[in-house]
Nanobody
């Protein structure tokens, strides 16, 4: 079993910043990637940012330049620093961890943390 615990969400005014954290624990043997996804009401879940084991990152166009994803391998923790937040960033943010399993991988999800940006 793998457990993901997210923290750092909340209510913030437009232009503000938040830092999300996600700690992975349990049967973690080989993490391939860690990332953040979000889902706004009535919309599909979408990638926000992802960091793979080698340190490469990729971001959604909507957050590029405003957000930074980082990872502490020793703590099995991934962070998402979000700056200059906009009302359209309002969503439930989910942490995801991809573990290497055999020749493939398996994704685990956290329960989500609400981020609300007021205008």
């Amino acid at each position: 079993q793998v457990q993901l615990v997210e923290s750092g969400g909340g209510l913030v005014q437009a232009g503000g910043s938040l830092r999300l954290s996600c700690v992975a624990s349990g049967s973690i043997f080989s993490i391939n990637a860690m990332g953040w996804y979000r889902q706004a009401p009535g919309k599909q879940r979408e990638l926000v940012a992802r960091i793979i084991s080698g340190g490469s990152t990729n971001y959604a166009d909507s957050v590029e330049g405003r957000s930074t994803i980082s990872r502490d391998n020793a703590k099995n923790t991934v962070y998402l620093q979000m700056n200059t937040l906009k009302p359209e960033d309002t969503a439930v943010y989910y942490c995801a961890v991809d573990l290497l399993v055999g020749t493939g991988s398996r994704r685990y999800w956290g329960q989500g943390t609400q981020v609300t940006v007021s205008s």
